[in-house]
């Protein structure tokens, strides 16, 4: 018939049908999202469900009515537990196919390598990859998986081998790896060095520079070691007595002290000396006094020259350090671009007041010249971080240097240099420039330190807790700080939505 389709008649029902099936898929995208939103804060799952959803339908009827909340759906969101969990391994799955299939396209990769316990005494590997994509170099979380055992260099490379293996990914375009210097790591004969070196022989070994930078600072000489050992004294003493503590900071406020407590020291943190050494400084006034009221012997420490000179040095010194540890840290760091040797400059200065300050400069620099070895690197990398500075380089090949006069006579490059990163830079000029470009990208890719491995272990602290020692660690660790976003309509097309109940 012609007439209107009467209420509950076909098109009544289709329609009917259409819009449940668009609310459906709405509530489906936006469990996704709003897992993927709890992922990214390291948060747990049941607070969709108790905290999130329940906040935004009483901000939607506060807003609007009870009407909207009805109309848009909210109710329907699924967001349980499990629900959450199985959206954030779908998210993980598909963040790492995206990241599998750019590593594949890319000519070259490297590899940043690091090992961990977490609170649940469970051994984690991680591994970073550098690879290149859309004219640049890019870095990612490859993986996270859990050692069952003992975590030998054996079983560290059939771990990273079956993984590259099964993405397939080619061993034979792995140009670095940057571990720790431990010896499952670094071993030249039997450790993970070895092995990957075996797997691929053209690939570099780095050793982090942050662990340099560190092992090369440790030492102190007996003098020096001794005024380290008070300071650590003086903020046990006050900081392990709360009452001690309180007394401390009424002190500081009274002498209108920036400051009204002194901090913890820490040899597993690689700041940890320098900033308390700035502090216990900072406050060695306040220190003095409050010792002298306690009556405790490190009192005379504070009233004496020579002690506070030598604390004023190490102060300056580990503040100087703890600069260099910051250059180096953070992500998209190169060996080329870390100039260690201004520090060994700085450091070269005479100082006539302390015998102990010249020798711990002297045995500062043979210590940084031991572990960085290459005296003349910033000279080496010039051509790659300058080349338009007009100097000519010996060591590059007759091929490389006339693609280098090439490259430093072409106007648009030399714009190109001002406008672009380094690495995105480089990664232009192997199109035209292979055998130069493929050098200068080859340098590039490898990781100068494993401070991604640190800040994904930072981030496993965060996620698996006491009360979440169970978690599928390297799904959420992937969802939480992988630079990648998934594909939220691709995963809502592969699965059928099914609204809360």
């Known amino acids: ?244 503590a309180r007394l401390f900071a009424a002190l500081c406020g009274e002498m209108g002290s920036k400051h009204t407590a002194v901090l913890f020291h820490s040899d597993a943190r690689w700041l940890s000396r320098g900033k308390v050494l700035s502090r216990v400084f900072e406050l060695r006034e306040e220190i003095r006094v409050f010792f002298e009221e306690e009556g405790h012997a490190l009192a005379t420490r504070y009233n004496d020259e020579h002690f506070l000179l030598a604390l004023a040095y190490l102060s300056d010194v580990f503040q100087k350090l703890n600069e260099l540890n910051l250059q180096m840290q953070g992500p998209s760091t190169h060996i080329p671009q870390l100039n260690l040797h201004a520090f060994l400059e700085t450091t070269g200065c005479q100082n006539s007041i302390l015998t102990c300050v010249q020798s711990h400069i002297s045995a500062l620099q043979l210590h940084f010249q031991k572990y960085f070895p290459t005296t003349d690197a910033v000279a080496h990398y010039e051509w790659l971080t300058d080349p338009f500075s007009g100097r000519t380089h010996a060591h590059l090949s007759v091929a490389e240097q006339e693609q280098f006069i090439d490259v430093t006579s072409d106007i648009g490059l030399k714009q190109q240099f001002r406008a672009k990163s380094l690495p995105a830079f480089w990664v232009g000029v192997e199109k035209d420039y292979p055998l130069l470009g493929g050098k200068a990208v080859s340098i590039l890719l490898p990781f100068a330190t494993s401070y991604l491995c640190e800040v994904g272990f930072s981030a496993v602290a965060s996620i698996k807790n006491k009360y979440r020692s169970r978690l599928d660690i390297e799904s959420e660790l992937r969802v939480a700080i992988s630079k990648l976003s998934p594909r939220f309509q691709k995963l809502c097309a592969d699965r059928q939505a099914h609204p809360s109940h």
Not at 4 to 17: E, I, N, V
Not at 20 to 31: E, F, I, K
Not at 70 to 80: A, E, Q, T, V
Not at 125 to 152: H, N, P, Q
């Open 1 to 244: 018939t012609g007439g209107r389709d009467p209420p509950g008649g076909l098109w009544a029902q289709r329609r009917s049908f259409t819009k449940l099936a668009s609310t459906t898929a709405n509530a489906q995208l936006a469990s996704y999202k709003m897992s993927y939103l709890l992922a990214q804060a390291k948060k747990p799952h049941t607070d969709g469900e108790e905290v999130i959803l329940p906040a935004v339908i009483e901000i939607v009827r506060t807003m609007g009515d009870e009407a909207t909340v009805n109309k848009l759906g909210l109710k329907s969101i699924p967001l349980s537990n499990n629900t959450v969990g199985r959206r954030i391994h779908d998210m993980a799955e598909d963040i790492e196919e995206q990241l599998t299939d750019q590593v594949r396209a890319s000519t070259w990769f490297a590899l940043q390598v690091d090992v961990a316990t977490d609170s649940n005494k469970d051994c984690l590997l991680i591994t970073y990859i550098r690879f290149i994509d859309s004219g640049d170099m890019r870095e990612d979380l490859l993986f996270c998986k859990e050692l069952k055992t003992r975590a030998t260099a054996n079983k560290l490379f059939r771990m990273i081998d079956t993984y590259i293996r099964g993405a397939n990914l080619k061993w034979e375009c792995c140009v670095g790896v940057c571990t720790d210097g431990a010896q499952a790591m670094a071993g030249k004969r039997s450790g993970l060095q070895a092995l990957i070196k075996g797997a691929s022989p053209n690939v570099q070994w780095t050793h982090c520079m942050i662990h340099r930078e560190a092992l090369a600072s440790k030492q102190l000489s007996p003098e020096l070691n001794a005024v380290m050992t008070d300071v650590i004294a003086t903020v046990n003493y006050i900081k392990t007595r709360p009452v001690k």
